[in-house]
Structure formats: C-alpha cells, structure tokens
C-alpha cells in the first residue's frame, strides 16, 4: 500500500490538523470560526473519500450495472453541510455581538476586559 | 408513532414563531409541551417505557434507511425531557422578557431544542444522533448567547468545544461506515469481527461525546456557558442538555458491550475521569463565590458519577442518578435564577437574605442539598447506594471510596450555601418579590426530588435487565 | 394503620405542626408538650402482634424497605422508654428554659427539637440496616441546625464540624450496609448473626470495620469524638437531651445493635474485631476521663465525662448485653440532670467556668443537690443506680475483678472523682458573698423528680 494511494486522506488530515490548529493558536475569533469551518470540510472529504471508485460512474440510473461510487455518503454529507451551514451562521452572529459588546474580536483584548472587571 | 413525541415540540416551534399579541408564543409554548407531556404519559405509562420497537422513516427499514429505535433507556430519557421541558417553559414564561420578537424566536428555539433532545434518544443510527446532537446544540448557543455580551463569549466558547466534538463525531462515523458498510448501532453491534477501524471509529465518537458532556479534563466550557446563561434558560438548559450526551454514550456502551469494541476506554478511563469530575468539580465548587458557578461546578461533580455509572455499566445507578441529578439541578438552578432576578441576590454572602425574601425557596436550596449529598430518603441517596453496589462488583475500589467520599465532598460547598439561608440574624420577612408562578415549577420540582427517593428506585428495577 | 408506625409518626407529626404555628406560642408549647405525652402513651399501652414480624413503611424494592419492628429486643425497648420518658421531662426543661433565656427563633427550635427525638425512637424500633440509617441520618439533618441556632461564628463552626463528622460516618455505614445487601439481600435484625457470615471473608472485615467505625462518629470513640466537646455550644436543652441521651445513645444502640445482631459474638470473638474495640473504647474512657479534668468550662467538662461514659457502655457490650443496657440506662438519667442543672446555673447565675462557681450550693440548693447526687452515682456510689450499674458490670467481665479490665474501671473511677467532686466541694464549702436566688421551679422539678426515680431504681435494682 503505498502512501501516494493514500493521498486524498493523507490531505484529510492535513486539513484536520489545520483547522484545529487554527481553533486553538488564532487570536482573532473570526479565524476561529474559519478553523471550524476547515474541520468540517475535512470530516466532509472524508466520507467523499470512503465513497469514491476509481473510474465510478456517476450514480443515476445506473441500469443495473455496478460500478458506481456509492451515493449514501454523498446524501449524508449533504445534511452535513447544512448542520454546518446552520453552525456557521450561529457562530458568526455570536460574533457579531461579542464584538458590539466588547469592541474587539480578538480573544486576548476579551480576556484581558474580562479580568480587568473582575 | 414514537416519532410524533419529537414531532409535537417541532410542530409548536413553527407555531411560535407565528405568534402574534394574543396568543402569545409563551402559551402555545405551553400548550404544546403539554400535548408532548400527554403522549409520553399516557396509559399505563410503565408498560409504555418497557416497550421495544423500531420503526423506519418513511417505510424504508435498515441498513437503507434511518431507523427510531425505542428502548428503555431512551423512552426514559424522552419522558424526563418532557417533564423537565414542561416545566422550564413554565419557568420561562413566568420571567419578563423585554422584546416580543425575541420572546417568540426564544420560546421557538427551546421547544426545537426539546424535541431535539428527545428525538436523539430515539435514535438507532449514528449518523441521526450526529444531525440531532448537533441541532440541539446550534438551538442551545443560540438561547445562551442572546442576551449579554459576557455570555456571548461563554456561549462561543462553548461553540468552539461543540464544534470540534461535532467534527469528532463525524469522523468517527466514517471510520465506522467505512469499515462496517452500516451506521446501524444494531447491526454494528452483531459485527463478528470488528477490525481496528471500527475501534478508532467508536474511540472519536466517545471522546466527542465526552466533550459534549463536560467531562473532565474537557470540562472548560461549562462553568463560564452555565454561570452567564440569561435566566430564562435556566430551566432547560443545565439539567437536562449535557445529559443527552451521557444517555447517548450509556447507549453506545451497552451495544458495544455485545461484542466488546473499545473496552478499555469504559473500563479503565471513564470511571478514572468520572472519579476526577467528581473531586476536581467539588474542590472548585468551594473557591466560588458566584452561586451560578457553584452550581455548574456541582453539574460536573454530579456527571462524574453518571460516567462512573456508565463505566461499569450499571443501568439502575446511573438512570437515578441522571434523573435524581436533572430534576435537583432544575429547582436548584431555578431558585438561583429566581433569586437573581427579583429579588438581587448572586452571591453566597448576598444569600443571608433569603429566608426574608422567600423562605419558600430557602427550603427548595435546604432539600435540594441533602439530595446531593446523599442522606437518604431522597433520590440522590437510592443513586449513589446503586452505584456503589456495582463497583463493589467490579471489585473496584478505588472508585467506591470517591462515591462515598462524594458526599462529604459535596458537603464542602453545599455547606457555606446551607449555613447562609439557616443562620441568619433576620427574622422579619420582606414582602415578597418573586412572582407566584415561578414557584410552581420549582416546589413541584422539589417535591419530586421526596417522591422519586422514594418510587424511583422500584421503578427502574422493573427496568433491569431489560436494556 | 400499626399501632408501632402511629407512634413513630406521632412525633413527625408533632414537629410538622409546631413548624406551621408560626406565631400562636401558647399553641406551639401544648403541641410541644402533648407529643411526648401520646408516644409515652402510645409506647406503654402497646401490645404487640406476635404474628408479624416487621412492619413495612416505605418499600423501595429488591428488598430494602423502611420497616419497624413489631416486637422490639431489650436493647431497643430501653433506649425507646429512655428517649420517651425523658423527652418528656425534658420538655418541660426546654419550655422553662426559653422562656428564661429569651431563646431567639423558639418555633424552629423546638420543631427540630421534636424532630430530632422522633428520630430517635425511630431508630431505636428499626428493623433492617436501611431504616436504621434513614432515621440516622435525619437525626444528623435535625440535629445540626439545632447545634448551630445561636449562630455566631462559633455556633457556625462546630456546626459545620459536626456534620462532615457525621457525613464521614454515615459513608462509611453505607458502605457496610451496601455490601451485607449485596451478598446476604436481607438486612433485617430478627434473621440475626447471619447477616455477615454470607459475606465473603476477604471482606467480612471491611464490612465490620466499615459498621463500626461509621457509627462510632455518633457514639464519640477516640478519634472520632471531636465534635461532642465543640457541641456544647449549643443551648442547653440541646444538649441535655439530644447530646447526652438521643444522639450519642444511638450512636451507641447502633454500635450494639451490629456487635449482637448483625456480626454476632461469635464472629466478633472469633475475628478479632473485638481487640479494637476494647482497645479504643478502654483508650477513649481514660483518655476522656483525664480531659475533663482539665476543662474549666462545665459543660465542656461534662460533655467528655459524656465521651468517657459512653465508651463504658460499647466496653460493657463485648461482654454482657445486660451490663451495657444499665448503664445506658443509668448514665442517661444522670447525664440528662447534669446538664440541665448546668443549663440551670447559667440561667440563673450566667456562670459557664467551673471556678467562678463558688457557692453555688448556697445560691441554688435544689439544683446543686440534685447535681451532687448524681455526680456521685456517676462515680459509681451508692445510692445512686451508677453504683449498681458499674457492680453488674465488674461481675460480667472476665476473670473478675483481678485483671487488667477491671483496672481501667477503678482508675476510671478514680479520675471520675477527681472532675466531679471539685465542683461538688467548691459549690458547696468555698464560701463566697452571693446572695440566695429564687430557682424557678419549671427547670428544677423535672431534675428532683429525675434524681429521685434514679435512687428509687437502685433500690428496686
């Protein structure tokens, strides 16, 4: 099994790793949603991967031959994107108001107001 | 027809979203909480959670289709969100809110969240826990995060935490699907030969949820989201929203006990972290001043137990335990609210007036403690003697010494709480400013907490060995 | 409904009413009153029915259950008359004594009072583990706002010490309850000595252990005593009655009950359980004993006279369950004077040190004399039933009295004199300027006729 096969989930966890790092290093909480975002991509490609066949047909009407990549995870990832769209919106309108609240969006200058009140 | 339970809090969220002046989204709220209350307990109502059945979506059965599996252990869990929703909404209708287009979108976001809720523990099938688990969550940040700018940040740290343990999830079920070709939790647990796929698969999916469910060492986001929830949530959100997770992983373990995938994880570490959330939660518990913060660290205290619960897979101990734990938090968290609200009183030391202003919640804060501590003969005592009794059996006893140790522990911070409301040097009382209607959620609450020490333990026996 | 459950919740009953008469005093007393009146009623008209064996309260499946015994042993028959009739006698005290000390929050104390003291009986006709840790542990609710009620700082902190003491022995209790449930799924008094033998053995001694020291908190063994001096802080009534007879006696009936009923002599001998009870009960007697010479303050004094006593009585139940009954009996009826005269003394004279207390035998005859008598009898002198108590006890021990048990009851005994008698000779012949002070009666008559029916029962023996 060489790696090289292996590429497509080989860029699933690079863009795993990617997104965490950028939850958990970025100052600026925007990056933080951009992060998740990235994550959720990978988790998305990731069933893309399972799913796919090398030379697959496309999976509509498929007159009985096989041979085709295989269409649940395609539907999963569906309503995936849509938890993720949902997610986004939710996590930018919190945004939306921390920075009303506080005047900045990045973490630090938050925690600082915050322990500054304490 | 199982499926109507979650059916009934979607269709109402629809409703309130229309409501107009007179029919205001509180009471259609209301009313349709009532009508999933009526259809979870009717008839003869233990017949109904002993009841097993499955029921495709749509006609399709599994492994094409979605599948709602009803057992024991998840119509439990349906019936005490009902109950507990019932009575949050009560709750939050009964506190004023200040804009009435938030009110409806408010009232519409928590029946979604219930129904949520409850249509989780119905589910059979990853991939629908996955979508409901994160529904769920997206309606919690919402009715968390509305209010202050405090508990926006708290709320978007707590998205960031659901965030990750969402993707968690779904990576896992990949692996899972794509080693076994099914999301079915039955059929997967009937897999003769699970590979090491499916072992990584289960390990994602139980860390996500352990995330979700505020265990320690992932408990970060918990104190700060439930210590600056705006009050009207306080009803729903901190009894019964983290235990969907642990009914979920309770779930999961006893399918993958079948064919022993993962073992190590529920034998060794969850009863290890289960042990650290019940010590590291109490020792915080005693620095804090803030009484919200009290409470949510005695959340993480208690779940402790319910993971040590689900560790050595005792379905009596832990199923009392979250059900003793969800209706002690609600009035607890309830009254703190109330307090807050009307009558100006956040701190331990600010709690010296409380006999004054309403001594009926002085004695809700007086029952509720002793439940947590486990003096018998309320609820929390019949939890922890089931619970100790299975590690016994296990032979574990390490984990025995931190459930008996609990109690003092939970002692530690209840205590300064308890003294505040009994010792106090005023004896004239106050006029009341806490309206009527929000006592009767929270004394029917309390009430509870007498009753179900005393029919609990004898119900979910009949419950044992059936799940 | 039993005639056996009727009188447990008499006394609940009572308590919830008292609770509710807010403001209505005269009221609140005869409720106050009446209790004790109707369970002393209800305790000696009783006639058992000897078909039944127990009595189910509350029933919370797979075999535990809140029950009562239809017929009670001898252990449990006296600790139920001794907590009636003195309660009886003691609410009179406690009336009186409000009344002359102004006693703040009087509703709540006296609703917990009663709370406490049904508790209590509730305990003493228990029939299974499970029951007798549910009224255990409300004794431990009802008690500790009671230790607390003059909530000033110190109030507050002997409170809180008391209840992680006893939260510390009921964990412990649980976790000896757990395991005989768990393998001998029966935990009723009446199946006795059979309890700990299906227990296996590697863990017959942890269960023993766990028993016994859970309730030793209660019944104040060293080291688990510490709270009882630091109690003394509450008011008087408080700790007359509950401190001196209703708490530490159930500590003590507990300590009882598992030795006969659920190890069994046989199994205490055998396992060698027994060394470490006659170890630190003897420890804890001498060891109270020479503390209490130390103390200035009075009821400081006589709460580790308290600690020493009880320990008599654990020390007399390895041998003789006869022995140790008498003086549970004996010590109750002279500990529960002392206390109320000391309560007396500070009411009237507002003196709390034992060396301010010069001639006091002249300021307040009745009272002291009533102390004088039973301080006597606490050393073990006729004609007091003290005397009689400790013979029993010297006869059941082995070998008699040559040997080293018996050496701990004569230097006990000796040191005994050496913290009572100063205060008798210093109340009595140290002279001092005061004047003569009116006794009020409500306090002074209960303690006569207590003094009294004590010298009367030696005499009956």
């Known amino acids: ?118 | ?467 | 409904m039993n005639e056996m459950i009727l009188m447990v919740l008499t006394g609940f009953a009572a308590s919830l009413c008292i609770a509710l008469s807010k403001n209505k005093h005269t009221f609140r007393n005869m409720i106050f009153i009446t209790a004790p009146f109707l369970v002393l009623l209800q305790n000696i008209t009783y006639q058992k029915d000897s078909l039944v064996n127990e009595i189910k309260i509350a029933d919370f499946g797979n075999g535990l259950s809140l029950a009562v015994v239809d017929s009670p042993n001898m252990v449990a028959t006296l600790f139920l008359y001794v907590a009636s009739i003195l309660w009886l006698f003691a609410a009179f005290y406690t009336l009186s004594y409000i009344q002359k000390n102004s006693l703040k929050k009087s509703t709540r104390f006296l609703s917990l009072f009663t709370l406490a003291v049904s508790s209590a009986i509730g305990i003493s006709v228990s029939a299974n583990l499970l029951s007798l840790f549910i009224f255990y542990e409300l004794l431990t609710m009802a008690t500790w706002p009671l230790v607390g009620h003059k909530e000033n700082q110190e109030a507050k902190k002997s409170a809180r010490l008391y209840l992680y003491y006893t939260l510390g022995g009921a964990s412990l209790m649980m976790l000896g309850i757990v395991i005989i449930w768990k393998y001998s799924g029966n935990m009723n008094f009446q199946y006795a000595n059979g309890m700990l033998q299906m227990v296996p053995s590697n863990l017959q001694k942890i269960t023993m252990a766990a028993l016994l020291l859970g309730s030793s908190v209660k019944a104040a063994i060293f080291p688990l005593h510490g709270w009882l001096p630091k109690a003394m802080v509450a008011p008087t009534p408080v700790s007359a009655l509950l401190h001196a007879v209703a708490v530490v006696k159930a500590g003590v009936f507990a300590i009882l009950i598992v030795i006969h009923n659920v190890i069994g002599l046989d199994l205490f001998f055998q396992s060698g359980i027994y060394k470490y009870v006659l170890f630190s009960s003897g420890f804890t007697i001498i060891y109270a004993s020479i503390r209490a010479c130390g103390e200035d303050n009075l009821k400081k004094r006589l709460a580790y006279s308290t600690i020493a006593h009880l320990s008599y009585i654990v020390y007399a139940g390895c041998f003789s369950l006869l022995a140790a009954v008498l003086h549970f009996l004996a010590h109750a009826l002279m500990k529960i004077v002392l206390f109320m005269a000391a309560g007396i003394i500070q009411t009237e004279t507002g003196k709390k040190k034992i060396s301010e207390m010069a001639g006091i035998g002249s300021m307040l005859p009745k009272t002291f004399s009533a102390f004088t008598i039973m301080s006597l009898g606490l050393i073990g002198l006729p004609p007091v039933i003290g005397f009689v108590s400790k013979f029993q006890l010297l006869g059941y021990l082995p070998n008699g009295l040559s040997s080293i048990y018996s050496s701990i009851f004569v230097i006990s005994g000796m040191v005994s004199a050496a913290y009572l008698l100063p205060i008798v000779i210093k109340g009595w012949f140290e002279l001092s300027k005061t004047k003569k002070i009116k006794e009020s009666n409500g306090m002074t008559v209960p303690i006569l006729i207590i003094t009294l029916s004590a010298c009367v029962l030696t005499l009956l023996n």
């Open chain 1, 1 to 118: 099994m060489e790696l090289v096969s292996k590429f497509p989930y080989i860029a699933n966890c690079a863009l795993l790793i990617l997104g965490l790092w950028g939850v958990l290093s970025q100052d600026n909480l925007f990056k933080k949603i951009i992060g998740i975002n990235i994550m959720q991509s990978s988790a998305i490609l990731f069933f893309i991967n399972l799913a796919y066949l090398n030379d697959g047909r496309i999976p509509i009407d498929p007159k009985g031959e096989t041979g085709y990549i295989a269409p649940l995870p395609h539907v999963l990832m569906l309503t995936a994107i849509v938890v993720g769209v949902a997610f986004t919106a939710v996590a930018l309108s919190l945004l939306i108001k921390i920075n009303k609240g506080y005047r900045s969006s990045k973490e630090s200058v938050i925690l600082e107001k915050e322990k500054s009140k304490l």
């Open chain 2, 1 to 467: 027809m199982i499926f109507a339970i979650p059916l009934s809090f979607f269709v109402g969220a629809v409703f309130c979203i229309l409501a107009n002046k007179k029919i205001t989204a509180k009471k259609i709220a209301i009313t349709f909480a009532l009508i999933n209350f009526a259809l979870c307990f009717q008839g003869n109502f233990v017949n109904n959670l002993l009841a097993k059945g499955s029921f495709g979506l749509g006609g399709w059965t599994p492994p094409y289709g979605i599948e709602f599996f009803a057992e024991p252990i998840g119509l439990t869990f349906v019936c005490l969100v009902s109950m507990i929703g019932f009575f949050g909404l009560m709750y939050a209708g009964a506190i004023p809110s200040k804009s009435k287009q938030n009110n409806n979108l408010f009232f519409a976001l928590t029946l979604f969240l219930l129904g949520a809720l409850q249509a989780i523990s119905l589910s059979g099938d990853l991939f629908n826990i996955y979508v409901w688990l994160e529904l769920s969550s997206i309606c919690a940040f919402a009715i968390m995060g509305y209010r202050t700018k405090e508990g926006a940040f708290a709320t978007f740290n707590y998205l960031l935490a659901a965030g990750v343990a969402g993707v968690i999830f779904l990576l896992g079920t990949g692996l899972v699907y794509g080693a076994s070709g099914t999301l079915n939790l039955a059929q997967i647990s009937t897999l003769p030969n699970p590979g090491q796929s499916i072992s990584s698969g289960f390990a994602l999916i139980i860390t996500s949820l352990l995330i979700k469910m505020a265990l320690t060492p992932f408990h970060f986001w918990l104190p700060d989201a439930y210590g600056n929830s705006p009050t009207k949530t306080l009803g729903v959100i901190p009894a019964i929203v983290t235990k969907a997770p642990a009914i979920i992983l309770f779930k999961i373990a006893l399918q993958l006990h079948q064919n022993q995938i993962n073992w190590i994880a529920f034998e060794f570490f969850l009863p290890l972290m289960g042990a650290g959330a019940v010590i590291y939660g109490s020792l915080m518990a005693v620095k804090q001043a803030k009484l919200k913060k009290i409470l949510a660290y005695s959340s993480i205290a208690q779940l402790g137990l319910v993971a040590i619960g689900i560790g050595i897979l005792d379905v009596k101990g832990t199923l009392i335990q979250i059900i003793a734990h969800s209706v002690v938090k609600f009035s607890l968290f309830c009254s703190v609210g109330a307090l807050e609200h009307f009558a100006n009183i956040k701190t331990i030391d600010e709690l010296k007036s409380t006999f004054q202003k309403s001594p009926i919640l002085s004695w809700v804060f007086i029952i509720c403690g002793f439940s947590l501590a486990g003096i018998p003969p309320f609820a929390g005592f019949f939890a922890k003697y089931y619970l100790v009794v299975s590690s016994l059996e296990k032979n574990n006893f390490f984990i025995v010494a931190v459930i008996l140790l609990s109690s003092l522990l939970t002692a530690g911070y209840f205590l300064k709480i308890l003294e505040n409301i009994v010792f106090t040097k005023y004896t004239k009382k106050l006029k009341s400013l806490i309206p009527k209607t929000i006592y009767f959620p929270i004394v029917f609450n309390c009430s509870l907490v007498i009753i179900f020490g005393i029919f609990l333990p004898k119900l979910i026996s009949a419950l044992e060995g059936l799940a």
